[in-house]
Structure formats: C-alpha cells, structure tokens
C-alpha cells in the first residue's frame, strides 16, 4: 500500500506570512497532485508536477517535486485569508488510474 | 458546462436501512471513483470504474457496501444494511486519464454526507 504523509496537520498563520506544506512517502509516484478543498465543497485541482525535481509556479504558490519523486512541497508567499482550506496531495502510479491522498495540511490565514 | 453531479447532499437515516448514493459524472470521462471522507481517516478511495468496468474495490469496507456504473453517465453507491460508523462524506470523481499516462485531474462534486443514526 502507497502512503502520503502530509505535515503539519494544522497551521494557523497571520495574513502576509508564509507557509510551507510537505507531502511525503517511501513509494515512487508517477505523478503528483496538490487539491485545495473549502468546506462544503470538493477538492479542487490546483497543479500536477510529473517529473523528478520540477518545480511549478501558480501566483503565489511554488509546487516542487522531489528528484526520487517521493516527496513534495507547496510553498505560500504571502498568504492571505482566501488561501484558508484543507490542502491535500496525490500520488498517481502509472500502472492505472488510482490516486493517493494524504490526509491533509489544514491552513488557517487570519487577516 | 455541468460538473460531477451527487445526490442526495445530505442524507440522515437510522441503522439498518439502506442508503443509496448516486453520481453523474463528467461527459466524455473516461473514469470514475468513489471517495469517503471522514476527519479521522481523511479522503479513503473506495472503488474506482474505468470505462464503466471496476478497476480496483479493494477500498471498499466489506460486503455491506457495493458500487454499480450501469452506463458512462451513471454510478450508483449503495450501503445495505447501514452503521453509526458509515457516517461520512462520500465523494464521487470522474476524470479523463489516457491509458498508460499519469492520471488526469479529478473532479470531485460537491459530496453526499450521510448520517447514519
């Protein structure tokens, strides 16, 4: 069985302050997701990383991918009270189609 | 364009009935997966279909519980006969994943959380 796991579990921050989230794992993954999911709602996509130390930017989010491609990192420059929500990652293997969570980074930006 | 589509969005019944979740995904999908997420276990995959065919159940809790695709426009989730500990929010995602290439984003629907008395 592949596992995520994802640290911390909770972080509670000021407005302008950066963040970092950490998804970690002994297996490979073929691709990796990060999810963003606000109450009510589902998880929402937010970028796929695929090769082995690529790095994706979104805005004020840095997405890294580990070079064994176990691991990975979201960075939050300035963060902000609309980046409150549950960030989870996702391995994907590329022997089919199933996908991994972690069980999630809650992030809470107070203004 | 519509997105997953669940229903019902909240259902409350007492132990020993059957619960029956049902999910439309995504026009031209070519996967679907059924997802419980609770605060304790966090978001567990319970079965996936790829072209209407269940690919991997082995998420799936035990006997009580058994997931059907009729068609590439409908799957259905069914608990018989429900527990306390069956309470969660279950979600239905579809996507699009070329064979033998990484997999594609999910699209989740907005959940069904089930409250089982």
């Known amino acids: 069985t592949q596992l995520l796991e994802q640290s911390p579990q909770f972080l509670s921050i000021q407005e302008g302050e950066n963040l970092t989230v950490y998804c970690n794992s002994s297996?490979?993954?073929?691709?990796l997701q990060w999810y963003r999911q606000e109450p009510g709602e589902g998880p929402v996509l937010l970028v796929t990383v695929v090769t082995g130390g690529e790095v994706k930017k979104l805005k004020r989010l840095t997405f890294q991918f580990g070079d064994a491609r176990k691991d990975s990192s979201l960075h939050i420059t300035a963060a902000q009270p609309g980046d409150t929500g549950l960030y989870l990652c996702a391995g994907g293997t590329a022997a089919g189609n199933k996908l991994t969570f972690g069980g999630g980074t809650r992030v809470l930006v107070k203004p | 364009d519509a997105g997953v589509i669940q229903s019902p969005r909240h259902e409350v019944t007492e132990m020993g009935q059957e619960v029956t979740l049902r999910c439309k995904p995504i026009s031209g999908h070519n996967s679907l997966f059924w997802y419980r997420q609770t605060m304790m276990r966090g978001l567990e995959l319970l079965i996936y279909f790829n072209n209407n065919v269940p690919i991997d159940d082995s998420g799936m809790p035990e006997d009580r519980f058994s997931a059907k695709m009729p068609n590439a426009s409908f799957s259905t989730l069914k608990i018989q006969p429900s527990e306390p500990r069956d309470s969660a929010v279950y979600f239905c995602?579809?996507?699009?994943?070329?064979?033998?290439?990484?997999?594609?984003?999910?699209?989740f629907g907005e959940g069904s959380r089930l409250t089982v008395l």
């Open positions: 995602a579809s996507s699009w994943s070329p064979p033998g290439q990484y997999t594609g984003e999910l699209f």
């Open positions: 297996s490979v993954f073929s691709s």
